[in-house]
């Protein structure tokens, strides 16, 4: 072998065989992940509804069982969560079947030649509130959430006047 001198310093910058550097990619924004249809996703991950009855069922059980008050609090809390959850998801669920419906009848009417008409956001919001309505009714809870709302309004309203001290 070749003898080196120890005198000669080591180059600063040594040749390394470089290293691919590897790429972390976020499927929620790829486009290698597919587009984002929540049709789709729930019906491919349906099977987690059974298991968040199950755990809700569980919670109930152990909400039942418990004697401290902390512990007590938190299961509460988890529970309350849990139905909250599954709340919106069902509201979310009408809402698209909603649109899904007021398109099917759109199809429809261009079938049949006519134009077709797309309703505003503020119509849409007046059939969600009518909608919401004819559900109180027929639940019978009607009454007092019109009740509450009267009272939320006039606060406001009360708010909104100026105070007896200032006149």
């Known amino acids: 072998p070749l003898e080196m001198s120890a005198k000669k310093p080591v180059p600063f910058l040594r040749q390394v065989v470089s290293v691919r550097k590897k790429v972390q990619r976020d499927p929620r924004f790829d486009d290698l992940s597919g587009e984002y249809k929540p049709e789709i996703f729930m019906k491919t991950y349906s099977f987690l509804n059974s298991i968040k009855k199950q755990e809700k069922e569980m919670v109930q059980k152990q909400l039942k069982k418990c004697r401290n008050m902390e512990q007590k609090e938190k299961l509460q809390q988890l529970l309350n969560r849990m139905t909250q959850q599954e ?9 698209r079947e909603r649109e899904l419906s007021l398109k099917r009848q759109q199809r429809e009417l261009a ?25 109180l009714k027929r639940s019978g809870k009607l009454e007092s959430f019109l009740n509450k709302k009267r009272k ?6 009360k708010r909104r006047l100026p105070s007896q001290k200032n006149l």
């Open 111 to 135: 079938k049949q030649g006519k134009k077709p008409f797309f309703l505003k956001k503020s119509e849409k919001r007046k059939l969600e509130l009518a909608e919401k309505y004819a559900e």
């Open 87 to 95: 709340q919106a998801q069902e509201k979310q669920q009408k809402l």
């Open 152 to 157: 939320r309004n006039a606060i406001k309203d």
